[in-house]
């Protein structure tokens, strides 16, 4: 396939492959992301394994996994979807038009899948976002079942007594979760101390890759990177051993690749800030222009603790990574990143339809342009489809005036 090809983002996964032709750790990480889907659906029609739609990322994969079920990240399914399916979400639902797309691209597989022998069952997160906190009541009044857990949340000064109060607090919502997931609150902690290891392991893993990337920074292109991360760090592809062994090979491959000079010299080391959407066009428009996504927000930087019960420990690392201000705290991962990789700009990205996130991006190209970094902000959508040329030309003349 050639990129002239190329008329959906599955189609940006095979023309990826094809790139990475010398790589087959990197392979077998598009392999399974491509399969990630589908693959978890027949086993759940099969009854091979018990499945739930879940969020993307956080403290509920693990007590999932350790309850024998696969977590199967419900925005994945964009990349199953067209401007047909949206439709759906604005007028069979009457979602406003300036809704997320990521949301309305849900609601509408969401819809195509009632009463069909599919996975029936979605964990919501009432912290995650307003309009999903809309499609999940939808969606119980179309006949899911929906667990929606309580707000998490910590306020930047909650210290000493008052946090403690929130852990208690969340290791119960956390039992709750389970009692929905397996009728019984009480969690096999043998299984999530695994889980919570297997998280810590590849937590480390992928350090060392993104450490890697930065001796061979076009070894694994921008999309490859950004589907290693956003799904594969956290969800597995619904796949843990197959993920984890890809990795080991992908960092073999990079410790055994000689480093090349002048791909060193030539690199535009690039930090991208906000969502990763399924605009996968995107992605290949930096790496056409010479650019490289050697740093992201959106990497964890703290390992769970191992030293108290593992309930605790999911609880104490999600108040750890979340608190008011969340824009700032977000803001100095990102100076973390642009000072670690000496970055010479910044992609800040997000959906059209989610203002809450175009304040941060706003705030941060803000303070980045008084330090002097340059940065672009671009509104994309969730579902399949190129880009808008606009949006391509944009991006391959930022990246070539930092050149």
């Not at 707000?151 to 607090?169: A, N, Q, S, W």
């Not at 605009?279 to 964890?300: C, M, N, T």
């Not at 010479?344 to 991006?361: E, H, K, N, P, Q």
């Amino acid at each position: 396939m050639e990129i002239e090809d190329i008329q959906s983002q599955r189609d940006y996964v095979d023309y990826c492959k094809k790139v990475h032709s010398y790589s087959p750790a990197i392979n077998k990480i598009l392999d399974l992301s491509e399969a990630y889907v589908p693959d978890a659906e027949k086993a759940y029609q099969e009854g091979r394994k018990k499945a739930v739609w879940s969020n993307a990322y956080g403290w509920e994969v693990p007590v999932i996994y350790a309850c024998d079920t696969i977590p199967v990240a419900f925005s994945e399914m964009g990349r199953l979807s067209d401007r047909e399916v949206m439709l759906i979400a604005e007028d069979y639902y009457q979602f406003p038009v300036e809704t997320c797309s990521m949301v309305k691209c849900t609601v509408g597989q969401w819809h195509l899948r009632r009463n069909t022998s599919t996975i029936n069952r979605i964990l919501g997160n009432s912290s995650a976002c307003e309009p999903y906190n809309l499609a999940w009541e939808i969606m119980k009044r179309e006949g899911y079942d929906v667990y929606n857990n309580d707000v998490v949340y910590r306020g930047p000064t909650v210290e000493g007594k008052r946090l403690e109060e929130l852990i208690r607090f969340f290791v119960e919502q956390i039992h709750d979760v389970a009692e929905w997931l397996t009728g019984n609150r009480q969690i096999d902690e043998d299984k999530l101390r695994v889980e919570i290891r297997r998280k810590n392991r590849l937590l480390t893993k992928l350090r060392t890759v993104l450490d890697l990337r930065r001796k061979h920074p076009f070894y694994v292109r921008s999309l490859a990177t950004i589907l290693m991360l956003n799904i594969g760090l956290n969800n597995y592809f619904g796949k843990p051993e197959e993920y984890e062994a890809a990795i080991d090979l992908l960092i073999a491959e990079l410790e055994n690749k000689p480093v090349n000079a002048a791909d060193l010299k030539k690199v535009i080391p690039l930090v991208w800030a906000g969502g990763t959407g399924q605009e996968f066009g995107i992605y290949e428009a930096i790496d056409q222009a010479g650019g490289a996504l050697l740093g992201l927000r959106s990497v964890p930087f703290k390992l769970y603790r191992e030293d108290v019960p593992p309930v605790e420990s999911l609880a104490r690392w999600v108040y750890d990574n979340a608190g008011a201000g969340a824009g700032v705290y977000a803001r100095n991962v990102l100076e973390h990143e642009v000072d670690k990789l000496k970055a010479r700009g910044i992609i800040l990205y997000g959906y059209i339809g989610c203002s809450f996130a175009s304040v941060d991006r706003e705030m941060w190209r803000k303070y980045f342009h008084e330090k002097g970094i340059p940065s672009i902000n671009l509104e994309g959508s969730f579902q399949t489809g190129a880009p808008s040329g606009q949006v391509l030309t944009r991006v391959k003349a930022f990246v070539e005036m930092l050149a």
